[in-house]
């Protein structure tokens, strides 16, 4: 079945920097896209951006812009996405979502997610 | 960035009555190609969000014909006929036209 697998629960120290894995199975890996969303605890959802696993194309979120590159390894069917300089407020479940493969070209939702991963970032 | 405003925040819903939840947008969510670039995300209790509505109307595949999504521009619907236990959890809309994607509040459905 479709399905996105990914890393586990990581904890750093502010300042540091982490990767987070998302294994794609149950389809072709380079037809979709894959959008990365973060939820900070008892919060609501954040966007935080998309890679093309087609063409590598990225959208970020300003928010993020600076500290977040998101790339994938069609080889593996995996994709990834590192978040440098973490501060506190970076503690948060992290989900890889399945999505359009080239921007508002074909959307149809983000229909696949992962499990999350819990980002805990603390001195 | 866009900001999506959802109402109500918090929805006690008796079951196989109908439930509706509004996202208002601050600009217009109506692309050139005539499509409203409007999902609808639930997430149940303990699980990652799941994908309900995309493109303002269009069901995703296995959700049920219970949902739909109505709206265009910057005034959006979703309706919930015949609320079942299954149903509860927090709903969100989220904007795909302008980057960064944007989602709303979240409204909360509870069974009554």
């Known amino acids: 079945q479709v399905q996105l697998v990914q890393s586990g629960a990581e904890v750093k120290k502010p300042g540091a920097s982490v990767k987070v894995s998302c294994k794609a199975s149950g389809y072709t890996f380079n037809s979709h896209g894959i959008s990365w969303v973060r939820q900070a605890p008892g919060q609501g959802l954040e966007w935080m951006g998309w890679?093309?696993?087609?063409?590598?194309?990225?959208k970020y979120a300003q928010k993020v812009q600076g500290r977040v590159t998101m790339t994938t390894d069609t080889s593996t069917s995996t994709a990834y996405m590192e978040l440098r300089s973490l501060r506190s407020d970076d503690t948060a479940v992290y989900y890889c979502?399945?999505?359009?493969?080239?921007?508002?070209?074909?959307?149809?939702?983000?229909?696949?997610w992962g499990q999350g991963t819990t980002v805990t970032v603390s001195s | 960035d866009i900001v999506m405003t959802q109402s109500p925040l918090s929805l006690p819903v008796t079951p196989g009555e109908a439930a509706s939840i509004s996202c208002r947008s601050s600009?217009?969510?109506?692309?050139?190609?005539?499509?409203?670039?409007v999902d609808w995300y639930l997430q149940k209790p303990g699980q990652s969000p799941q994908l309900l509505i995309y493109l303002g109307s269009n069901r995703a595949s296995g959700v049920p014909d219970r949902f739909s999504g109505s709206g265009s521009g910057t005034d959006f619907t979703l309706k919930i006929n015949r609320v079942q236990a299954e149903d509860v959890g927090v709903y969100y809309c989220m904007q795909g036209l302008h980057t960064p994607r944007t989602f709303g509040q979240g409204t909360k459905l509870e069974i009554k």
């Open positions: 890679i093309s696993a087609y063409n590598g194309n990225t």
């Open positions: 979502a399945r999505d359009e493969i080239l921007w508002l070209v074909s959307h149809d939702g983000m229909d696949v």
């Open positions: 600009q217009s969510l109506l692309h050139s190609n005539g499509y409203n670039y």
